[in-house]
């Protein structure tokens, strides 16, 4: 079993020890913005409380976990693009149409404007034709 696939079910563990300890701790009545007591989590018997300890410690080892399956991950795929478009030979057009696109394309000028009245006589051209 390699360090990815170890990560991941540490990380499954982690998360589902989260979520019980979370459920596992008695509302003080906070939730959602509703009232609250003074003596909830940011007082000091609040704050030394064992789950909410223990709460703290598994967020911060899922979070940090995250972060290494992340490291990890991209050191395992780095060399191989997730777009490989680049990489593809650009699709040429038929011999038989090639000349019939060479015709209707305006010739490049270095010139701006030279180009843009090209471009018009060219556009021009092919309304009269139709």
């Known amino acids: 079993m390699g360090l990815f696939q170890f990560l991941i079910i540490l990380q499954g563990t982690v998360a589902f020890g989260l979520v019980v300890t979370i459920l596992m701790q008695r509302s003080e009545g906070g939730g959602l913005g509703v009232g609250g007591s003074p003596s909830g989590l940011m007082s000091a018997r609040g704050a030394?409380?064992?789950?909410?300890?223990?709460?703290?410690?598994?967020?911060?080892?899922?979070i940090s976990l995250s972060v290494a399956l992340a490291f990890v991950a991209a050191k395992q795929s780095s060399g191989t693009p997730v777009d490989d478009s680049f990489e593809r030979a650009p699709v040429e057009a038929p011999a038989e149409l090639a000349p019939a696109q060479e015709a209707i394309t305006p010739p490049v000028s270095d010139d701006p404007l030279e180009a843009a009245a090209a471009a018009a006589a060219a556009a021009s051209e092919e309304e009269n034709a139709e």
């Open 48 to 62: 030394a409380d064992f789950m909410t300890r223990l709460t703290s410690f598994l967020a911060i080892l899922f």
